[in-house]
């Protein structure tokens, strides 16, 4: 299966737009990003997904680049809440389209 | 907006008792899926239904754990005897479909097996 790989953990101040990376260099053409994120002692929560152009809700926008060998998750003014493991995964017929997940990058927004 | 309904939130049991989990997926959502946290790692895949067929259980260790949708909406998983490594966070998820849709997970059960 496809992996991704991201950094192990991100600091950002409140207010500033936090930037999270994954590189998955071997996606396939039918694979989406997908984007997770989980507070401790919850579930993950879904934030965002996307094939190949550029993706924006209520909560995040995501970057693809154009050759999809990487993207970036974009918390535009990030908030104590935020405070949490960001997975970025691949969605794939291989494993049946469910997720697998990695270890994800811990992000820590300072006062 | 609709969740996913996990029970119970907390579970402790001894070693070689069983154990069981419940999950209600969001209504009108087909695949369920069954995962297992361990503290500080991403959850990992037990098991996926399709309605009330099994799509994958390749990962769910069958000598001890077993998981059911009879009816294709809830679900149950059970682990019969429990050993002290399957202490973890069990988590459900479901999907409108399979491809494409997003997942959508329950806050899961805390397992500490004594």
């Known amino acids: 299966d496809a992996k991704t790989t991201q950094p192990t953990s991100m600091d950002c101040a409140e207010g500033r737009a936090a930037n999270l990376p994954c590189n998955h260099s071997t996606i396939s053409g039918n694979e989406y990003v997908y984007w997770y994120r989980q507070i401790h002692s919850q579930g993950p929560q879904y934030i965002i997904h996307?094939?190949?152009n550029n993706e924006t809700n209520e909560m995040a926008s995501l970057i693809i680049t154009e050759d999809r060998k990487s993207s970036t998750l974009i918390l535009p003014h990030a908030t104590l809440r935020d405070t949490a493991v960001y997975y970025c995964?691949?969605?794939?017929?291989?494993?049946?389209?469910?997720?697998?997940f990695g270890k994800g990058t811990s992000l820590l927004v300072t006062p | 907006e609709a969740e996913v309904a996990q029970s119970p939130r907390y579970k402790i049991t001894e070693k070689s008792q069983a154990v069981a989990f419940w999950c209600d997926p969001i209504s009108g959502h087909a695949t369920l899926y069954w995962y297992r946290q361990i503290l500080g790692q991403g959850p990992e895949l037990l098991v996926q239904f399709q309605d009330e067929s099994v799509v994958d259980d390749s990962q769910l260790p069958k000598d001890r754990f077993s998981a059911e949708r009879l009816k294709g909406v809830d679900s149950t998983l059970k682990i019969q005897p429990a050993e002290l490594g399957d202490s973890a966070m069990y988590l459900c998820?479901?999907?409108?479909?399979?491809?494409?849709?997003?997942?959508?997970f329950g806050n899961g059960t805390r397992l500490t097996v004594t």
């Open positions: 998820a479901s999907s409108l479909t399979r491809t494409g849709s997003p997942l959508h």
């Open positions: 995964i691949l969605q794939n017929s291989n494993s049946g389209y469910a997720l697998n």
């Open positions: 996307g094939l190949k």
